[in-house]
């Protein structure tokens, strides 16, 4: 919808509905936003952002999450993703595995992520865990690199971030974050990251 703008709704930041709490409001909020979509003829948006933000040190995501609460995040996330598939929209959660808690921007250069799969289980991962475990049709890989799956690769580009994001029992459609973004480009010129 930040794309579109006027006459369409200006929608409040998603950091809103989980400092709101209301996983009803949240879940409204999500299906008012994806009926103006599909009013449109869209049928797929991706979004929401399920990331949880670290704070002011998270230059990218911020007032995009739900949350710094990973617990709080993956309620949000869940319910917002469910009131666009309520209104004929495919959510794509994003991005995995999870670009809220690196302090590089991956629109210019690759972020690292240096935490544990155990650390990224226990907080960035709970919300697409989450949303997973409601169905959610679509998740989209985030170009951060991480070293406990895959050093120096972009996650959105490494196998093994694929197969743990199955491993978390997700069968739908993976989608990759754009690839014209500095983490993918500055390593990948010339379109070889394809």
């Given at each position: 919808m930040a794309r579109l703008g006027p006459p369409l709704t200006e929608w409040p930041a998603p950091m809103?509905?989980?400092?709101?709490?209301?996983?009803?409001?949240?879940?409204?909020?999500?299906?008012?936003?994806?009926?103006?979509?599909?009013?449109?003829?869209?049928?797929?948006?991706?979004?929401?952002?399920?990331?949880?933000?670290?704070?002011?040190?998270?230059?990218?995501?911020?007032?995009r999450s739900m949350s710094a609460d990973p617990a709080a995040a993956a309620v949000h996330g869940t319910a917002f993703s469910q009131g666009m598939l309520a209104a004929g929209v495919l959510p794509a959660v994003k991005h995995f595995p999870g670009h809220g808690s690196v302090t590089a921007d991956s629109h210019l250069s690759l972020p690292v992520q240096p935490a544990g799969l155990e650390e990224l289980r226990a907080r960035d991962w709970k919300p697409f865990q989450a949303a997973i475990a409601a169905g959610t049709p679509m998740v989209m890989t985030g170009h951060i690199a991480v070293p406990a799956l895959e050093p120096g690769v972009p996650a959105s580009l490494s196998a093994p971030t694929y197969a743990a994001l199955r491993g978390l029992g997700f069968e739908?459609?993976?989608?990759?974050d754009a690839l014209n973004m500095g983490a993918v480009t500055k390593q990948y010129p010339g379109g070889k990251a394809a």
């Amino acid at each position: 919808m930040a794309r579109l703008g006027p006459p369409l709704t200006e929608w409040p930041a998603p950091m809103s509905y989980g400092a709101a709490g209301s996983e009803g409001l949240t879940r409204e909020a999500g299906q008012g936003l994806a009926g103006e979509l599909a009013g449109l003829g869209f049928n797929v948006d991706f979004a929401p952002d399920t990331d949880v933000t670290m704070g002011p040190t998270d230059p990218t995501i911020g007032a995009r999450s739900m949350s710094a609460d990973p617990a709080a995040a993956a309620v949000h996330g869940t319910a917002f993703s469910q009131g666009m598939l309520a209104a004929g929209v495919l959510p794509a959660v994003k991005h995995f595995p999870g670009h809220g808690s690196v302090t590089a921007d991956s629109h210019l250069s690759l972020p690292v992520q240096p935490a544990g799969l155990e650390e990224l289980r226990a907080r960035d991962w709970k919300p697409f865990q989450a949303a997973i475990a409601a169905g959610t049709p679509m998740v989209m890989t985030g170009h951060i690199a991480v070293p406990a799956l895959e050093p120096g690769v972009p996650a959105s580009l490494s196998a093994p971030t694929y197969a743990a994001l199955r491993g978390l029992g997700f069968e739908g459609v993976a989608v990759t974050d754009a690839l014209n973004m500095g983490a993918v480009t500055k390593q990948y010129p010339g379109g070889k990251a394809a």
